[in-house]
């Protein structure tokens, strides 16, 4: 098993910064793919951003040029840092892993970081 544990969110007036960050734990494993989704009531989980194990970057429209996702191999972790924060963007935030386990790919979830910000 892989645990992915998040941290960072909170409450931010708009226009502020948040930075969220994801580390995956476990035993004998490797990371392809991380990346960030968001959810809000009533509405399906959508892609943020995501970045591969060559670090190729994927954005969402609406983040783009506001949003920077990283990834620190060393240290398993995942970096979404959020500038220019609007209050669409409200939303908890979810990491996501795509692992090689045993000579298989897994999918983890995080438990969920609360973004809120304030107009």
């Known amino acids: 098993q892989v645990q992915l544990v998040e941290s960072g969110g909170g409450l931010v007036r708009a226009g502020g910064s948040l930075r969220l960050s994801c580390t995956a734990s476990?035993?004998?494993?490797?990371?392809?793919?991380m990346g960030w989704y968001r959810q809000t009531p009533g509405k399906q989980r959508e892609l943020v951003a995501a970045?591969?194990?060559?670090?190729?970057?994927n954005y969402a429209d609406s983040v783009k040029g506001r949003f920077t996702i990283s990834r620190d191999d060393a240290k398993n972790t995942v970096y979404l840092q959020m500038n220019s924060l609007k209050p669409e963007d409200t939303a908890v935030y979810f990491c996501?892993?795509?692992?090689?386990?045993?000579?298989?790919?897994?999918?983890?979830w995080g438990q969920g970081t609360q973004v809120t910000v304030s107009s």
């Open positions: 996501n892993a795509n692992i090689n386990q045993r000579g298989a790919p897994w999918n983890y």
């Open positions: 476990g035993r004998s494993f490797i990371i392809n793919v």
């Open positions: 970045v591969t194990s060559g670090s190729s970057t």
